[in-house]
């Protein structure tokens, strides 16, 4: 029950970073360049979701690791 919980919430983390990151690049880029580079875009609002939830989340796998032992 505890990884069903833990994988819904970091799902739910990411993937709010992903489309807050994804907006926030669209509108540095400005609305012609959004358009042009739309898949750099994605894929860097995606790429940067996954570094930030992986820094916030890694403490916490750290203290998970250090209990299993």
């Known amino acids: 029950m ?4 833990g994988f819904s ?4 983390c990411k ?3 992903y489309k807050f990151l994804k907006k926030t ?3 540095m ?3 012609d ?15 940067s979701a996954e570094v ?3 820094i916030t989340l890694c403490p916490f796998e750290a203290v ?3 209990r299993a032992t």
């Open 52 to 54: 930030i939830f992986d």
């Open 25 to 27: 690049y669209s509108d």
């Open 9 to 12: 919430a970091q799902g739910a």
């Open 33 to 47: 360049n959004a358009v042009k580079y739309k898949t750099l875009i994605y894929l860097a609002g995606s790429a």
């Open 29 to 31: 880029a400005g609305p």
């Open 64 to 66: 998970k690791q250090k």
């Open 2 to 5: 505890g990884t069903l919980l």
């Open 15 to 17: 993937f709010g970073f």
